[in-house]
């Protein structure tokens, strides 16, 4: 086993150009992507009806709302940066 073994060559996300760290020659992206994090309205004058029904719909309901985030790391080269920084989304 060679323990100077080499990591993984950095690569492009989107042209799969091996990437050389040092050279200032990609971009690291990160991207977060959260759920909706607004808590479920809640209408105090609904409450006087069921209370066991309703509390258990909304703690059910809490449950789903937790806010689920994802992180993703990608690199790009400068080229591929350029184009994807005018239309991340596109
Ligand atoms: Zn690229």
């Known amino acids: 086993m060679d323990p100077e073994q080499e990591p993984a060559p950095t690569l492009c996300a989107r ?6 760290p040092g050279r200032s020659e990609f971009y ?3 991207i977060q992507a959260k759920a909706d994090p607004t808590p479920p309205v809640l209408d105090v004058a609904d409450m006087s009806r069921d209370y066991k029904t309703e509390i258990n719909a909304l703690v059910a309901e809490l449950e789903n ?18 184009g994807w920084i005018e239309k991340p989304a596109g």
């Open 28 to 30: 690291v992206v990160e």
């Open 65 to 82: 709302v937790t806010p689920q985030i994802q992180r993703l790391t990608i690199h790009l080269c400068m080229a591929c940066y350029a």
């Open 15 to 20: 042209c799969v150009k091996e990437l050389t």
